[in-house]
C-alpha cells in the first residue's frame, strides 16, 4: 500500500489518481501508524514551505517522517520535495525536514516567475535511474527551488537559471514538477520510482 501524506496542504486527490491509474492500492493519511505500515511514503504539496512546516509540526508528522525516510521509499512532490531540505525562505526562515542537505530559495533568473509551464529535462549522467527521460518535457509550477550538492541531483532544468528538478539520495527522492499533470512522461518517472524502489 502506499500512503499519500495528508497534512492538508496538497493535490492529494491528483496525486492519488495518479498512483491508482497504475493499479496501486493507495491511502491519504496522517495517522502515524498507517503511514509506518504503507510500503511507499509520498509527500505532495501545494502552498508556502512555511505554512507547510506549520501544518507538518502541529500534526506532530516532523520525526515520524524524518524516520521513515530512513525506512521506505520515499517520495516528495512539488512544495512536498522543497520540504526535503533544511530550510526554506518562503514565508520566512524555516527549518525543513532536514532529509536532505540544502536550502529552498527564490529562484535567481531574469524571466518571470513563477515559474510556469513544460520544460526539458537534463539528466545527471552520474545518476542513472532517470537517464530514458534526457531532454524530454515536464510541467512545472514554482517560485522557489533548491539549493543543494550537486551528488543529490538526478535531473536539473533551465528557466534563466538551473533548477534541480529530480533529487535522490538512497531510498528518498525528489521532483519539483507535477508528474501527474506532466502527462505519459509523469506516469512513466513515477513508475520508474516506484520500480527502482521494489528491486
Keep these: 500500500m502506499i500512503a499519500i501524506v495528508d497534512y492538508g496542504m496538497g493535490n492529494v486527490a491528483s496525486v492519488s489518481t495518479a498512483f491508482k491509474r497504475l493499479g496501486y492500492e493507495v491511502l491519504i493519511t496522517d495517522n502515524k501508524e498507517e503511514l509506518e505500515s504503507a510500503s511507499h511514503i509520498i509527500l505532495p ?6 505554512a507547510a512546516m506549520e501544518e507538518i509540526e ?8 524524518q524516520g521513515l525516510s530512513e525506512q521506505k521509499p520515499f517520495l516528495g512532490i512539488c512544495l512536498g520535495m522543497q520540504l526535503l531540505f533544511s530550510k526554506g525562505y518562503e514565508g520566512g526562515d524555516t527549518e525543513g525536514l532536514d532529509i536532505i542537505p540544502g536550502t529552498v530559495e527564490k529562484i535567481e533568473t531574469d524571466y518571470l516567475l513563477p515559474h510556469i509551464g513544460w520544460n526539458a529535462l537534463e539528466i545527471n549522467g552520474d545518476i542513472h535511474t532517470f537517464k530514458e527521460f534526457e531532454g524530454k518535457h515536464v510541467y512545472f509550477v514554482h517560485t522557489f527551488a533548491a539549493r543543494t550538492d550537486e551528488k543529490y541531483l538526478a535531473a536539473t532544468s533551465e528557466y534563466g537559471a538551473e533548477i534541480p528538478a529530480i533529487v535522490k539520495k538512497g531510498n528518498v527522492y525528489g521532483i519539483q514538477f507535477h508528474p501527474e499533470k506532466s502527462g505519459e512522461i509523469g506516469v512513466e518517472i513515477i513508475k520508474t520510482f516506484l520500480q527502482e524502489e521494489q528491486k
Design 45 to 50: 504539496g501545494v502552498g508556502s514551505f512555511q
Design 58 to 65: 502541529s500534526r506532530g508528522l516532523k520525526q515520524t517522517l
